[in-house]
């Protein structure tokens, strides 16, 4: 479990620093790019309540699990 932790924290400080990783971080299940879903120029969802998954296990993540 605490490498859930590690990739978690990871992906938060990428995330607080504006990182290009953010948008498409390694999935902790199967090593596969993940897409991130949220916010954008149109305002799709709120801040906090954007998700990540991965396109190949379908393993996710939002942003309110990360912080």
């Known amino acids: ?35 991130f879903h949220g916010h954008d120029e149109s305002g799709d969802f709120a801040y906090g309540q954007g998700y990540w998954d991965c396109p190949k296990c379908n393993w996710a993540v939002t942003e309110d699990d990360i912080r």
């Open 1 to 35: 479990m605490s490498d859930y932790y590690e990739w978690m924290r990871k992906l938060a400080l990428d995330v607080y620093n504006c990182s290009p990783n953010a948008d498409h971080p390694k999935c902790p299940e199967c090593g596969s790019r993940m897409n």
